[in-house]
């Protein structure tokens, strides 16, 4: 089945940690993203890629990180700068980035703060 | 983004109609997409309007007016299953925190 895949499920940090969120998709989509959901609060793009080594910063980049060698990987680091963490995190993807296309999301990584 | 406000909760008992509105600023607008979400899943598509009007898919039903920068999410005939929520959005930028809609027995 095609399907877009994160891992872990749960993921904890400790204070001065980087830690690494995987999404993997074999949907052959060209366009990847990371959003940050919180409770109350609607999805905030952190990072999306179009094309295999290129990526784009979304509203609130700072203190994450991405790589895209690969069409079919994206993975997010948090990295130690990103003073509030604990969030769900979602990576989805899309055929293109233009309008009016779908996305397809993973299932999501709980991210907490040890 | 395109400030997208929806309500926060609704409650609806099995069988009945529920409509989920959203309203949206209308600058820069390029179509309105409704994605549902159970709890600690993955959001899936649900419509995609960029047209003024009604779309009916099944039970669910998506309604745009592109003057007003106004949609709404229509349920049908409530099932145990549609609990969840429902996120309305705009571009890849854009989306509403989301409507958690409860349906009681």
């Known amino acids: 089945d095609g399907g877009i895949t994160q891992s872990p499920k749960y993921l904890f940090r400790k204070e001065g940690q980087n830690v690494t969120l995987s999404c993997e998709q074999n949907l052959n989509h060209d366009a990847m993203y990371w959003y940050r959901q919180d409770p109350g609060q609607g999805l905030r793009l952190i990072y999306y890629?179009?094309?295999?080594?290129?990526?784009q910063k979304g509203d609130i980049a700072e203190g994450y990180s991405v790589s895209r060698e690969k069409k079919e990987s994206f993975p997010l680091t948090v990295t130690s700068a990103q003073k509030n963490p604990t969030a769900f995190y979602l990576c989805?993807?899309?055929?293109?980035?233009?309008?009016?296309?779908?996305?397809?999301f993973g299932s999501g990584t709980q991210l907490s703060v040890l | 983004g395109q400030n997208i406000d929806q309500p926060t909760e609704m409650t609806a008992t099995e069988g009945a109609i529920v409509q989920i509105n959203c309203t949206y600023q209308?600058?820069?607008?390029?179509?309105l997409f409704w994605y549902q979400q159970h709890a600690g899943e993955a959001p899936t598509f649900l419509s995609y309007n960029v047209l003024d009007g009604l779309e009916e898919k099944g039970r669910f039903s998506s309604f745009l007016s592109r003057s007003k920068g106004y949609s709404y999410l229509l349920l049908k005939e409530l099932q145990m299953k549609d609990s969840a929520s429902y996120l309305c959005a705009g571009d890849k930028l854009s989306f509403g925190a989301g409507t958690t809609v409860t349906v009681r027995a």
């Open positions: 890629s179009q094309i295999v080594n290129d990526f």
């Open positions: 209308t600058s820069g607008f390029n179509g």
């Open positions: 989805a993807s899309s055929t293109q980035t233009g309008i009016g296309e779908k996305l397809f």
